[in-house]
Each structure stands twice: as structure tokens, then as C-alpha cells.
């Protein structure tokens, strides 16, 4: 049986490295804007909803003719306020899709890819994108992720992983498998999480775990309580708005 098919976008103005980044205008729209429409024309989809964390982030959504959800602001997680989201809203017999609010180059073909996932039993499902470029790999804000040969996750981490033992080998990724091919490549997790109806609420519901607050991940408290996770690869690479620097690179091209 397929199951209505939500989206939820977890939002707050709040920004350790970027305050304020969701509402920075790219070509003309709020960062949050870009995201939402898109989600908001991906076909499969039964509803749309941004969960805000501030009556600042609401007020933008409803500017731009968005629905909201105005959640608690003492979650830790996007996947907590996605969770609430989803419980007052009555969307829990459904897939819910956690799509993160600075991912404005998400595209519709990358959400549909992880409902036929979760539809074919998956019960938490993201994407990563093979990654080629050695300054990226090196990057704590660029999260990594490693596979077991049935595409489930292992690990994700900000640090380089997996390290190639070879010297030569660490010091450039240029030489990487194509796409698909290995299970041992470095690649980039993007994020963008769905999970089948019934987990959402199980997840938020753990408590924090060791390896989570070392790396400040939420997916490690997930594995570390047992949940599997399948990793797709996706055709498209997606800019996240992390830093300002990544505003500028995205406001370089075009969404």
C-alpha cells in the first residue's frame, strides 16, 4: 500500500555559523523560499509545511504564501521539530520528508527518490553525492558517509572518511571510482531524510547517544539505537547555505 506522501521543513532563524541565512535573499527569494517551492511542485506530494522554530521564520513563510507550523524552540534536532510538526498536524500515517530549509538547490527528482525507497520498505532513507574535490573531503562542514555493500550507512562523520592508508592516495581524490561503483569511495551526504510512518515518532522519542554529541550529528544517535539507514546516490550534487561564503557561490549561479 503506498501512504500519503508529506513534506516537512524544519526552520529556524538561529544559526551558529549564519544567523539569519534561511531568509538571505538569492536571486530575488529568501534562501527558504526556493526550498519550500520546490517541494511544493515534487507530484507525489500531499502537503507542504514549514516547521518554524521563531515567529521571525513564520512570518516569512506566510510573506511568500507558504503553510507553517509554529513548533517549540527548545528542539536539538530538525528531526525533533519535524516530529512534533507531524504529530499536530495529524501526518503520521504518512511518509514524512525532513528536508532541510538551506538546501535551495534540492530538486524535485531527489525527494521522489527516497519515497520509492521508503515505499519499497526502507524505514529511514537520505542521499550522498560522490565527492571528488580534496578541500571538501577535508571540511568538518561537508558530512561524510560510508556504506555497507547494501547501501545502508555506517558512518557519517565530519572528518575525512574513509581514509585511504596510501599517502600518495590522501592527497588527492581526483582518482575516485565513478559514480556507483564502490562502496568504499568518499561521498558527501546530503541532507534530506525520509522516514517510513511510524519512525518519526520513535526517533524523536531516543535519547542522545555519545557518538551524536562528539560529532554533533543527530543520524549517529539513529544507528547507535539500531535504525537502519539506506544511502542513495544521488544523480545531482545539492549546494548547502552553511556559511556566507556558500551564499555568494550559490548567488554565482542559479537555482
Given amino acids: ?26 536571486h530575488g527569494k ?12 515534487t507530484s507525489s506530494v500531499q502537503g507542504v509545511w514549514v516547521a518554524a522554530a521563531d515567529e521571525q521564520i513564520a512570518e516569512a513563510v506566510r510573506a511568500f504564501g507558504g503553510r507553517v507550523f509554529l ?19 495529524g501526518l503520521e500515517e504518512g511518509i514524512i520528508i525532513n528536508l532541510q530549509a538551506d538546501e535551495p538547490f534540492v530538486r524535485s527528482r531527489q525527494i521522489e527518490q527516497l519515497v520509492q525507497a521508503l515505499q519499497g520498505g526502507a524505514p529511514i532513507a537520505t542521499l550522498c553525492y560522490p565527492l571528488v574535490e580534496t578541500h571538501l573531503f577535508r571540511d568538518p562542514n561537508c558530512v561524510k558517509v560510508v556504506c555497507d555493500l547494501q547501501g545502508y550507512a555506517l558512518y557519517f562523520s565530519r ?12 592527497t588527492t581524490l581526483s582518482s575516485a571510482p565513478a559514480a556507483g561503483s564502490s562502496p568504499a569511495m568518499p561521498c558527501k551526504h546530503l541532507g534530506i531524510y525520509g522516514f517510513r510512518p511510524g519512525v518519526l515518532p520513535r526517533l524523536a522519542a531516543l535519547p542522545p547517544t555519545p557518538l551524536e554529541e ?39 549561479g542559479s537555482a
Fill in 159 to 170: 572528518a575525512p572518511i574513509p581514509h585511504r592508508r596510501e599517502a600518495a592516495a590522501q
Fill in 1 to 26: 500500500m503506498d501512504h500519503p506522501i508529506y513534506i516537512i521543513i524544519p526552520a529556524r532563524y538561529a544559526s551558529s555559523r549564519f544567523p539569519g541565512k534561511l531568509l538571505a535573499d538569492l
Fill in 30 to 41: 529568501p534562501v527558504l523560499q526556493w526550498v519550500y517551492e520546490c517541494a511544493a511542485r
Fill in 71 to 89: 513548533s517549540r524552540e527548545e528542539h536539538q534536532s530538525g528531526t525533533d521539530r519535524c516530529a512534533e510538526a507531524a504529530q499536530a498536524l
Fill in 214 to 252: 562528539l560529532e554533533k550529528l543527530e543520524q549517529l544517535r539513529w544507528l547507535q539505537h539500531g535504525f537502519r539507514i539506506q544511502v542513495l546516490q544521488s544523480e545531482t550534487d545539492s549546494l548547502g547555505i552553511d556559511t556566507e561564503e556558500d551564499l555568494q557561490r550559490a548567488r554565482a
